[in-house]
């Protein structure tokens, strides 16, 4: 089946594989770095400096035309940029208080919700009923093994509600702005809403040349880089096997939190990032079965830019959006 959906060769398929994977690990990296810088800085002040150096960097590739957009597009960018910065933000906030793939996991719920939402089929509540089987299985060991920050669970839950709008907000800028212009405004409007609670690290860095250094690092790794090769992997992969390598992701994060940050997984917690990935790959592929034969192919994903940020993809692929639309994640 997927075969007949791509015409691209076996070796340039192998070849977007390798990048997505490296993509998900780039990503992973750019979130341990941050979390080493959140006790020097606070979470809140990594996240701006990260989506302001990550704008900066994609102002100087791209040069969006910005007046020459109407005012709903310039609505539309704003919007994003709010979801954007929810999502950042909560997520950092998430991660500098619970286990980094724990946080992902929690965090997939959003898109996974909003897939079985838009996909309006019965069938697909057997998969939301997998992944709360996984985060049944988080709450139970967190009251029987070690107990995880109440808060870092709720800024993650936001973190996935604000995933969850960014999809529909990226859809609606993707559609009405070209190129990658809408990505700039959100990502500067992203920035700004972490700046007045991060505002003291902010300052701190300004003044060490260290700290700035490791936050633009931070936005290579966790947006300049997975951007990159997300952009070039969605031209040679259809949809469906797009979508099942981005719900690896908890897998990723689990492993480079497990190796980087000595975050040792119970078997529980385990067992819930199996879930999630097990529902994400079920749902990206009932999607996939679903969709008219001129929606079976690739689309673009959102991975936090920044954060984690991917770009947004077109209405039409997004109205059938799964898991492999995000961000984003870190």
């Known amino acids: 089946m997927l075969g007949r959906m791509t015409t691209t060769r076996p070796g340039s398929r192998l070849g977007a594989v390798a990048m997505l994977l490296c993509s998900a690990t780039s990503l992973q ?33 791209a040069r969006p035309a910005l007046h020459r957009w109407a005012a709903r597009q310039w609505r539309a960018a704003l919007l994003l940029g709010v979801a954007m910065g929810g999502m950042n933000g909560t997520f950092y906030a998430a991660i500098e208080r619970i ?11 959003g898109p996974l919700l909003l897939s079985a939402v838009l996909s309006r089929r019965a069938r697909d509540l057997v998969w939301v009923g997998l992944a709360a089987a996984g985060m049944a299985l988080i709450g139970i060991d967190s009251i029987t093994g070690v107990a995880l920050d109440p ?17 529909h907000t990226g859809a609606t800028s993707g559609a009405l702005i070209p190129g990658l212009g809408g990505l700039f405004v959100a ?18 860095a300004a003044g060490d040349l ?8 931070t936005a ?7 951007y990159s090769l997300d952009y070039l992997a969605l031209r040679r992969l259809p949809r469906p096997v797009f979508g099942v390598l981005m719900s690896l992701e ?18 529980l917690k385990l067992g819930a990032v199996a879930l999630v990935v097990a529902a994400s790959v079920g749902i990206t592929l009932s999607g996939a079965r679903g969709a008219p034969p001129h929606e079976a192919r690739p689309g673009l994903r959102r991975r936090r830019t920044g954060s984690g940020g991917r770009t947004p993809g077109r ?15 870190g």
């Open 29 to 61: 990296f750019g979130a341990v770095l941050a979390v080493g810088l959140f006790p020097e800085m606070g979470s809140w002040a990594v996240n701006a400096l990260r989506l302001a150096f990550a704008a900066a960097i994609l102002h100087v590739l």
């Open 99 to 109: 286990p980094l793939g724990t946080a992902v996991a929690i965090e997939f719920l």
């Open 151 to 167: 808060i870092g669970v709720l800024f993650a839950l936001l973190a996935a509600g604000c995933w969850a709008a960014y999809i």
């Open 187 to 204: 990502l500067v409007v992203g920035a700004l809403m972490s700046l007045p609670l991060g505002l003291e690290g902010v300052a701190l």
């Open 210 to 217: 260290r700290l700035l250094g490791l936050a633009a690092l």
């Open 220 to 226: 290579v790794l966790a947006s300049l880089i997975p």
């Open 250 to 267: 908890p897998v990723v994060a689990t492993a480079c939190g497990w190796l980087l940050l000595a975050q040792v997984p119970s078997a």
């Open 315 to 329: 209405r039409s692929s997004a109205s059938r959006c799964g898991p492999s639309h995000r961000r984003g994640r």
